[in-house]
T-cell receptor, first 112, second 112 residues
């Protein structure tokens, strides 16, 4: 069966520090991968998605970047965190549109 | 741009009462619609996935309907239990790409 792993679960980082969040999927090949952010009291915002290795599409101009170095690995990064980067980050995957989305357990990022 | 609206934003019911959660979307050219559950501080758990060709899906006490022409979906939860307390999110998958559009969610509290 397919599983999705996301880590770390919680992160507290100072302003200006770098960021690296990792997401991996098991049990499937060539998944579509997504990074979403959920700010307090707000809905989910799509940040990046990838349909293949090295293929990254950005939805919202921001302080973050994404990379897909391997088929089932998706990384969210920042060189210098801002206070506004705080939020709940969720990774998701889908094989095909008609299979629906599966989400990871999320990373709570607090920038102080 | 697809807009997804969920009404009501919050709902509090006594245990045993049936729950009715509404979701509306502006663009009927969808591929599927997915209902998720989110517990506080947790990731999203998929509840039901309805393909655009389907009218409803059922799983246990949950039933979701889809009316593409009117841009509406309804999630019914029968005989609610305190364990059903969570935020329920509706997400719509467009016909031309793989990006989900989310509603802001309905936060449900079931009182024992």
């Amino acid at each position: 069966s397919q599983t999705i792993h996301q880590w770390p679960a919680t992160l507290v980082q100072p302003v200006g520090s770098p960021l690296s969040l990792e997401c991996t999927v098991e049990g499937t090949s060539n998944p579509n991968l997504y990074w979403y952010r959920q700010a307090a009291g707000r809905g989910l915002q799509l940040l990046f998605y990838s349909v293949g290795i090295g293929q990254i599409s950005s939805e919202v101009p921001q302080n973050l970047s994404a990379s897909r170095p391997q088929d089932r690995q998706f990384i969210l990064s920042s060189k210098k965190l801002l206070l506004s980067d705080s939020g709940f980050y969720l990774c998701a995957w889908t094989a095909l549109a008609n299979y629906g989305y599966t989400f990871g357990s999320g990373t709570r990022l607090t920038v102080v | 741009k697809q807009e997804v609206t969920q009404i009501p934003a919050a709902l509090s019911v006594p245990e045993g009462e049936n729950l009715v959660l509404n979701c509306s979307f502006t663009d009927s050219a969808i591929y599927n619609l997915q209902w998720f559950r989110q517990d506080p501080g947790k990731g999203l758990t998929s509840l039901l996935l309805i393909q655009s060709s389907q009218r409803e899906q059922t799983s246990g006490r949950l039933n979701a309907s889809l009316d593409k022409s009117s841009g509406r979906s309804t999630l019914y939860i029968a005989a609610s239990q305190p364990g059903d307390s969570a935020t329920y999110l509706c997400a719509v998958g467009p016909a031309n790409d793989y990006k989900l559009s989310f509603g802001a969610g309905t936060t449900v509290t079931v009182r024992a």
